[in-house]
């Protein structure tokens, strides 16, 4: 079973940028997509991002796309969130995910989940 451990989250002005981490022990990512997604209150979880195991293939939510960046490092069994250009609307809880394939934004295609990192962008 892989632990997530998502870092990174915090307080930022509309327009400034933060970079969220997520570090896996217990297994290996390499072998696995992996895939962000974001909760507001009172809303659904949903889509923000994903990557496939050699970090080739990235798909995004058309609400972040050319300003958020996901990436990874399989060495350092992490993975990133690069978020530029925040908006009010960004504000979430941020969560990251490992699953079985880079072509689906279900979140119940992935299995084991980080526990969150709170984003909160001021306007």
Known sequence: QVQL???GGGLVQTGGSL?????????????YAMGWFRQAPGKEREF???ISWNGRTTYYADSVKGRFT?????????????MNSLKPEDTAVYYCAQGSTVYTR????FGSWG???????SS
């Open 5 to 7: 451990v998502e870092s």
């Open 19 to 31: 970079r969220l981490s997520c570090a896996a022990s217990g297994r290996t990512l390499s072998n």
């Open 48 to 50: 923000v991002a994903t």
């Open 70 to 82: 996901i990436s990874r490092d399989n060495a350092k069994n992490t993975v990133y969130l690069q």
């Open 106 to 109: 279900a979140s119940a295609a």
């Open 115 to 121: 526990q969150g990192t709170q984003v909160t962008v």
